[in-house]
């Protein structure tokens, strides 16, 4: 059966960061900040915030930024610290010009990858006073995301969960950024309501998902165990998605669930619009046409797999394809197939087959070679394989040895009886040939 691999596992949390941290640098003349927008929930479950006044910032303090600012345009991120550091050297610095300090050094550190400095400098931000409320949401935001980043998951789901208390407008990304931080964390059904939450939302706008939210979910109800989840997960995503990996999960969650008509089904459908590119995939969609009583459509994707160099040439695959052909009565095309199988198996079983084969399209000679071949490599019933042989020799008029082998199968109790009934037939049909060559005889003298 078709393994449930990969895109099940665990995913790259930090691979799934639900947008890309936006830590602008802030344009110091304006001061502008803008929180997310996107469906709002009810103001009535917010909890209420007092109006602030933000200090206004001094004329000295707007250079210090701008100077540093501008060294930050350039690259020059050791001016732009030595710009900062004046300002923190600065005496009676307001909250606001505080925080502002702070938020730059923060952006550098996050430009130079120094993330845990950026952390830092960003609470140092969030635990100035009078700050305007949009501006202290988005650095919770910010300080959320890069705890993310460094996978300190705990800490980036306490400053998320702090962001979401005062969100007026929570978008879809930020409850898919929840619930990755849950998955990351193992808390696969508390990462589960804000993906799907997201989605809801995102439908209700009229706008199409992320695929890789669809994938988040799914793999959350997998970690779970919850396979008809996943099953419907899947469903809605080979519709949307056209992907051979998802037909084939969908078709391995239909298995592990033993719904094996809509595994064959959903195989047939990938294999029609060209998704089954591997042999391994083709073996399969086979198996399940043979197990599915419809051996014709096994034998022809086993044939096109062969003729297109997919299907790996052993035993088991040549085995499969005379199975299949055997099944559909088309038993001269089963016989090269079954010889390659028969060539390359350690016993004589497969022989034993072919021997049965030749019978059905009476090459009784050809029966009796399979047969012997079979029964010299070995095999559990050569009772079985004697009465068989014994009716092969008796179909090419070897009687003699149709009986000495019958006499041979008569040993084995189990076949005893059906061996003796044929050794009886040939007595009394070698008694009347022996009459009829001695009747003859008489009448030509």
């Known amino acids: 059966m078709i393994k449930f691999l990969t895109t099940l596992g ?25 929180q997310t927008t996107a469906l709002a929930q009810s103001n ?35 001016g732009a610290f030595a710009e900062l550091a004046k300002l923190k050297r600065m005496r009676g610095k307001n909250s606001y010009e505080t925080a502002m300090m702070y938020y730059y050094y923060a952006y550098i550190y996050y430009e ?4 845990r400095e950026a952390i830092e400098a960003y609470i140092q931000v969030s635990q100035q006073e009078d700050l305007p409320m949009g501006f202290e949401d988005q650095v919770i935001y910010n ?16 400053y998320l969960d702090r962001w979401f208390q005062f969100a007026e407008s929570p ?35 009229g706008r199409e998902p992320k695929e890789n939210w669809y994938l988040l979910i799914r793999s959350a109800y997998y970690e779970l165990g919850n396979m008809p989840r996943v099953r419907d997960i899947l469903e809605i995503m080979v519709l949307k998605y056209e992907k051979a990996e998802y037909w084939l ?65 052993n035993k088991k695959n040549f085995d499969l394809f005379s199975q299949a ?21 350690d016993d004589g079983e497969l022989y034993m087959r072919l021997g049965q084969v030749f019978m059905e399209l009476d090459q009784w000679e050809k029966a009796v070679g399979a047969l012997v071949n079979g029964i010299d490599k070995g095999i559990r019933r050569s009772d079985t394989a004697l009465l068989q042989l014994g009716q092969a020799y008796y179909n090419i008029e070897d009687l003699k040895n149709a009986e000495k082998t019958f006499r041979q199968a008569a040993k084995d109790k189990r076949s005893r009886n059906t061996a003796n009934n044929w050794i009886s037939f040939l007595e009394r049909e070698q008694d009347r040939l022996k009459r009829l060559a001695e009747g003859l005889g008489t009448t030509g003298q």
């Open 143 to 158: 300080i959320s995301q890069l705890y993310f980043v460094i996978e300190d998951y705990r800490n980036s789901l306490l």
């Open 112 to 115: 130079q990858e120094n993330y």
């Open 44 to 78: 009535d479950e917010k909890p209420k915030r007092k109006t602030r006044r933000t200090p206004a910032m001094r004329e000295q303090t707007f250079k210090r930024l701008e100077k540093a600012q501008e060294a930050q345009t350039l690259g020059d991120y050791e």
């Open 325 to 345: 052909l055997i099944q559909s009565k088309e038993y001269a095309d089963a016989v090269v197939p079954l010889e390659q199988a028969a060539e390359l198996s």
């Open 171 to 205: 978008g879809a990304s930020q409850y898919i950024f929840k619930g990755q931080a849950h998955y990351a964390l193992g808390e696969f059904e508390k990462g589960i309501p804000p993906i799907e939450t997201a989605i809801t939302m995102t439908e209700a706008a």
């Open 249 to 313: 999960q969908l078709a391995s969650i239909y298995s592990e669930l033993e719904q094996e008509e809509n595994q064959l089904a959903t195989m047939e459908v990938a294999y029609k619009q060209g998704f089954l590119t591997k042999g391994n995939h083709l073996v399969n969609l086979a198996q399940l046409f043979l197990f599915g009583s419809v051996p014709i459509k096994a034998a022809l994707v086993m044939k096109e797999g062969f003729d297109l160099e997919l299907i790996e040439e």
């Open 10 to 34: 665990r995913l790259s949390c930090a691979g799934l960061l639900a947008g890309a941290i936006v830590f602008a640098m802030p344009v110091v003349s304006t001061f502008e900040f803008n």
